[in-house]
């Protein structure tokens, strides 16, 4: 079995929004997609770890944002690589109200689908949610949605581990360019590698800085772990 199969297919990057007795909640999933036009149905696959599974059972209604292309790193970071056990991801965050009195994530949005649960099947690990479409909106005509395929070319970043395609990154097959291990660095928590031929530009770091030549201060540009949650990547 060559795991390298599952990269072929092809998914979008999405932020799935709910809430409950005034929680809030959302996450990244790039397991989305329309199952049905009349009525228009969407499917999402959730970790059962994740809070808003549990936010999704019971208040029986979820939204769905299809983030663009250029979405801000720390908006990804935010919602695919933190816990909302931890932190309020709304509260700096753009979104509205939908009809169904849910939250749906406007910043980075070129569209928004506000769903009623009308299915949920349980896969084991994950439970999958069929919603019903009440609302949808187009935010941004001009902008292309941000596919997890580019995600991974340009950010260098894998599924997190409560991912539907999470792929244990100690069986992955070397990738092609990584022939210089020595000289790569991954983040433990999302998986990201620091390659220092690309450096990291966003972040301030030029190509062909060693990553022992970053700054202390800099941190992670897909989920902003600290530089001493990265080790050598062999
Ligand atoms: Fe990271």
């Keep these: 079995m060559n795991i390298e199969a599952f990269f ?16 809030a909640n959302g996450y990244v999933a790039n397991s989305v997609f ?10 999402v696959s959730c970790h059962k770890d994740n809070l808003s599974t549990g936010l999704i059972a019971k208040s029986r209604k979820f939204s769905v944002s299809v983030l663009q292309q250029n979405a801000d790193s720390a908006l990804i970071s935010l919602f695919g690589y933190r816990s909302g056990r931890e932190e309020d991801k709304f509260a700096r ?5 939908g009809k169904t009195g849910i939250p749906i994530v406007t910043q980075d949005t070129i ?62 097959v070397k990738e092609k360019g990584n022939e210089t291990p020595d000289q790569m660095y991954q983040c433990l928590a999302c998986s990201y590698i620091y390659d220092p031929e690309v450096g990291d530009p966003e972040g301030g770091i030029p190509p062909g800085t060693a990553f022992e030549d970053i700054p ?15 080790e050598v990547k062999v």
């Design 216 to 230: 202390d201060d800099w941190v992670c540009p897909v989920c902003g772990a600290t530089k001493d949650m990265f």
């Design 93 to 97: 965050t753009k979104h509205i109200k």
């Design 8 to 23: 072929r297919f092809t998914y979008g990057m999405y932020i799935i929004s709910t809430s409950h007795n005034e929680q």
């Design 111 to 172: 569209a928004w689908f506000d769903c009623d649960l009308v299915q949920q099947v349980d896969l084991g690990t994950h439970i999958l949610f069929i919603g019903q479409v009440m609302d949808c909106e187009l935010m941004d005509e001009s902008n292309k949605p941000l596919t997890y395929a580019w995600y991974r070319e340009v950010k260098k970043a894998f599924s997190p581990k409560n991912s539907p395609t999470y792929i244990d990154p100690a069986k992955r």
């Design 34 to 43: 329309q199952v049905t036009s009349d009525p228009p149905q969407l499917a």
